[in-house]
Every structure is written in C-alpha cells, then in structure tokens.
C-alpha cells in the first residue's frame, strides 16, 4: 500500500501498467493552502495549449478519466485541448480513506481550483453523472471561461428525489461497501473487454480505496436543504436564463436513472439546447459509445459556433 498519510490512500502506479487504449501520460497537482489541501490530484492534458477550445471531460461514479478513452481522440484529431481529471476518490487521485472528506462541496471546489491553477479558457464542458452533478453548478461562478456544453445522461440535483431508479442504487451502494466495478461494468456494457472491465477496478487495491465511491450516492442533494441543493437550483436558474453558449445532448436510453425522462427534464432547462442525439442501445455511461457522440458534437458545434 502506498501512503502519504495515515488517511490518505493513494493507490500504487503498478495497478496501472496495462490499460488498454489509454496511452496518455498522467499529470498530478499538488493541492496545498486551499481546499481541499494536502492532497495529489490526476488529470489528463492532451493537445496544443493555445487550442481554440478546451474540453474539460468530468467522469462519475465509480469511474475515472478512463472513461473518455473513446471521445478524447476525436477532439485532439481536430486539434483540441483536452482536460480530463479524476474526482478525489477516483482513478489516480488520492483517495482519502474517510467518508465524510466526500462532500458536495469539496467536488466542486476541486474542479474549481483545476481550472483556476491550469487556467483553463474557452472550455466545452462534457459531462455525466457526477461530472454533471458537480460541473453544471460551475459556469455561473465564472462564465467568462466557459463556451460549450456537452451533456451525457446527467442533471442538476436541486433537492428533489430522483425518484425509484436512484433509491435502488443507492441501496444497492450502501449494501456493497466493496462494490464489484468490474462485474457491474460488464453488467453496463455489454461487449466491454475482460481488460477494459479491469482498467475500472485498477484504482481500487481494495475495499479502503472505495470511500469516494461509497460516499456519492450519500450525497446527491435529495431534499430541499441537503448541500448543494441550493447551488444546484441557482444552477438551474442561470441555465435557464443566462446560459447562451451552444449545446449538445445526448442520451443513453438504456440508462434506469438518468435516462430519457431525466435527461427530458435538464433539457428543459437548458436554454437554447436542442434535441437530442438518442442512443437507443446505450445505458449510463455513454462514453463507451462515445467515439459517434463526440463527432456528432463537433459537427453540431461547427453549424452553430459560440456566440
């Protein structure tokens, strides 16, 4: 086990050495003086710095930057930068072995202070899950760095019950403490690889490791004054009305949770997006299909530049 504090796991480069299809090199920052402090965080940087736009690829869970492994070619082949961090408790991020460190705000903060410390401008927000739940509360707090979005099977918890779906999920979570990821991957996506299954479970040694993973479900603002809910619902209010860059969506109509009605819903708050691009054989995690999505966006892009 390596560790650079009793509490604060970090899972060993060893674990990494074979993932199929992710050839780029990881990046760490330091986090130190500011929250969340004392900690190393993984992120991927591919492509020319002076791009014209930076895609900031946000994973959920129980994934990592793994994930983009599909759609990140596509936008370096057409000369993009490419951001993709894993979540504290995810990936090649340190992973703090106490539950209670996994709050909304700290999510959220991380990928505030990412973009402040890699000064990221122009961004194309991409998004699911997780990577929605923390990033679509972001742009309204800096709107100036932000042009785009792209959204996967997500939304914006603004402290409504997502209904029957997630409260299975989250049962199924809180009895599962060492939660089988390669097992429900392969479960997810039908034809994904032995190998690509087990690149998902590489962050993980052992059941210490899973303490983000646990925590996420614990924390989707399901009530009114849970954290974050109020970011959310302000979130949602300046999509509504502020919000002016173009907008791709798509969605994974095989996903029990966040599927069509729920990605019906975040459309309606979206201004500006236009209908969606429906994957009738994916499920949650649309990435896997991602390579279609990511040249579907592009395209779209380039018909309706920023504004």
Known sequence: MTTHSPDELRTPEERFASLPDFPWAPRYLEFSGE?????????????????????LCLHGQPTWSFLYRK???????????VVAPDFFGFGRSDKPG???????????????SLIAQLDLQNITLVCQDWGGLIGLTIPMDIPERFARLLVMNTGLAVGVDPGEGFQAWKAYNAANPDLPI????????PGISPEEAAAYEAPFPDVRYKAGVQRFPEIVPVTPDMPGA?????????????????????????????????????????????????LPNAGHFVQEAGEPVARAALEAFAAHPAR
């Open 35 to 55: 929250a969340p402090s004392g900690l190393r965080l993984h992120y991927l940087d591919e492509g020319p710095r002076d791009a014209e736009h930076t895609f």
């Open 71 to 81: 759609m990140i070619p596509v936008f370096l082949e057409a000369g993009q930068r």
């Open 98 to 112: 106490d539950p209670e460190r996994y709050t909304f705000d700290f999510h959220r903060q991380t990928i505030i």
């Open 182 to 189: 390669a097992n429900l991957m392969k479960r997810a996506v």
């Open 230 to 278: 109020a970011l959310s619902r302000r979130a949602a209010e300046w999509f509504s009305t502020k919000w002016n860059g173009p907008t791709f969506m798509a969605v994974g109509e095989l996903d029990p949770v966040l599927g069509p009605p729920s990605m019906k819903a975040l459309r309606a708050v979206i201004r500006g997006c236009p209908e969606p691009m429906m």
